[in-house]
């Protein structure tokens, strides 16, 4: 099983030194595909500074110090993406994986008002057996649920428990966060939506005055209430 790989080949959102060393690790299969996450490894030794070497994080994971979305993790090669939480028990602090304007998964200190909240956005719901309904989220989660519920959504989740709180809806007014393109790393307020009948992404538009595809707006809260970036970035 392979490792560890170039730095050079790394992903595009892994923000790391390419050329200051030789080698990188590589993401073990999990809920993130490897082209969307950072493997923690490099979160706890390049984002973080928490160690040097590789034995002094593997040593930080096997001691239980490190949590993520609010469950104790030791694999260092498990990958992390957009809107996981990372927190560092000795510290208690929590950080937000978040995209950065040139597309690259950063750490956002996060504030004890959110430490305990995941952001799930639906990106499939479908019947299964005896007619239950199964939602699919963008961080390759499943669950069984009834909730109202469709493609696009985003439902507040309580960690570590997983307990479903708020549904934010896709819909003029909403507060958003900007996953791709050109605009990406940037909040917006959703002004209006172009669904299209063919197969291709529904299109928004924003009060900032830019459009973009459906599949790059997460949103994370009404105009009265939002998800607040406040905190500094550690990456």
Partial sequence: ?????????????VKVARKEYFWGASTRPGRHS??????????LRDYLHLGDKEREITRILNSGFVLVDGKKVKDR???VGFMDLVTIVPTAQSYRVLYD?????????ESEKFAGVKYLRVRNKRTISDGKIQLSFHDGQNTISDADLTPGDVVTVKLPEKKFQEILKMQPGSRVFIT???????????KKIEVKKSSSANLVEMEE??????????VIGSS????????KVVS
């Fill in 1 to 13: 099983m392979i490792t560890r790989t170039k730095r050079q080949m790394l992903p595009r959102v």
């Fill in 101 to 109: 304007r040139r597309g690259r998964l950063v750490l956002r200190n």
């Fill in 77 to 79: 090669r498990i990958g």
């Fill in 34 to 43: 490897t082209e969307s996450s950072v493997p923690l490894l490099h979160v």
């Fill in 224 to 231: 009265k209430s939002f998800y607040e970036l406040a905190g």
């Fill in 180 to 190: 791709g393109g050109s605009h990406v790393g940037e909040t917006a307020t959703v």
């Fill in 209 to 218: 005055g830019f459009e973009t595809i459906s599949d790059y707006v997460f």
